[in-house]
C-alpha cells in the first residue's frame, strides 16, 4: 500500500491547506449554478471556468485541490439524459481538468516553501445527488447496501484517474460512512479522506455519535484523515476534540462561512465569520492538521488562512 499523501505534507510543515468553496467561486465567476447539478453543470458548460477556479486556490496556498465532482453522480447525469458512457467521460474529464491545473500551476510556480500540491476525487453524498438539503439530515430512504451500489461506479472511476486520494465529503449517515468505507477496503491502494456534517458538537447529522463513525474509520488502514466540513467555524474547535478521541488519523476540519442555509431556497442566510477572525490557533492545539474552507469561502480566505497557519507553525 502506498503512504497517505498527507503526510508528507505534515511533517514537513505541521499542516496541509486544502482549498474553500468551489462553487462559491464559479459563481462569482459568472456562473449559474441553480441547477441539480450544482456545480458539475459547469462541466458541461464552461469547463475552462473550474480550471480557472483551481488555479485561484492553488495560487492562494492550497496544498490540495478537490475535483468538481461532489455533485457529479451517474444517476444525476443519467436524469439530464446523459449516456452512461457520455457521464464516465464528464467524470474522467474532472480528474483531469483538477491534475492539468495542478501540474501547469507547480510547472510555473516560483514558490519554493509549498511541496507539490495534490488533487482529491470529491465524493459528495447521496443527499447532493438528491439535491434537497438532506446531506444536512441524513434522512435517507437508503440503507447501506443501496448507498454502496449509488456511490460504487463513480468511486471505481475517480479511483482510476490521476488524483491522488479521493474526499468523501459532508457525509451525514452511519449507513453511508459504512457505504464509502466498504468501497475504501475494496481499494487498497486508494487513500481517502472522510468528512462529515453534525448536528451538534458530539454528534454528526444523523444523531450517530461521533465516536461511532469514528471508530468505523479506524478499522480501515487507508483513511488519509477525518474531520468535518460545512459546519459553522464557531463549533470546529468542539467538533475536532471529539474526533480526537476517538481516532489516530489526521484530523481534518474546513467549515463553510457561518452563515446559515435554507435547503428549500436554496440560500444562504446570516453574515460570514470573516477568515482571518477564525480561530485556526484553537483548531491546531485541539488537534487538526488539514485545515481549508467550504462552502462561501473564497480564495482570498484561504490566503489569509494559510498565512495564519504558517505563523502559527512557524
Known sequence: MPNNPFLPFIER??????????????????????????????????PDRITAVHR????????????????ATIPGFRRRGMSDARARAVLEMAADIACRARDEFWAT??????????VAGSIGPYGAYLADGSEYRGEYDLEEGALYEFHQERWHILAGTDVD?????????????????RLLRESPNTWAWLS??????????????????????????????VGV???PPSI????IEEFRQFTRHPIIVYPNSGEGYDADRKTW???????????????????????GGCCRVMPEAIAAMRAEVERLVG
Not at 486520494?165 to 468505507?181: D, Q, V
Open 196 to 225: 462529515f456534517t453534525c448536528r451538534d458538537a458530539r454528534h454528526i447529522s444523523d444523531g450517530t455519535p461521533i465516536g461511532e463513525v469514528a471508530a468505523l474509520c479506524e478499522s480501515v488502514p487507508n483513511v488519509g484523515g
Open 56 to 71: 485561484e486556490f492553488l495560487e492562494a496556498g492550497a496544498d490540495c485541490i478537490a475535483t468538481a465532482t461532489y455533485q
Open 236 to 239: 470546529a474547535s468542539q467538533l
Open 229 to 231: 466540513n460545512c459546519v
Open 109 to 118: 510556480s516560483a514558490m519554493t516553501r509549498r511541496s507539490r500540491p495534490l
Open 165 to 181: 486520494l479521493i474526499g468523501c465529503e459532508t457525509i451525514p449517515s452511519r449507513a453511508e460512512t459504512a457505504a464509502l468505507l
Open 13 to 46: 510543515y505541521g499542516f496541509v491547506m486544502l482549498d474553500g468553496g468551489l462553487a462559491t467561486t464559479l459563481e462569482a465567476h459568472g456562473c449559474n449554478l441553480d441547477d441539480p447539478l450544482w456545480s458539475a453543470n459547469t462541466l458541461l458548460e464552461s
Open 269 to 291: 442566510t446570516g453574515s460570514p465569520a470573516p477568515a482571518d477572525a477564525w480561530p485556526v490557533a484553537h483548531w491546531l492545539e485541539a488537534g487538526a492538521s488539514i485545515i
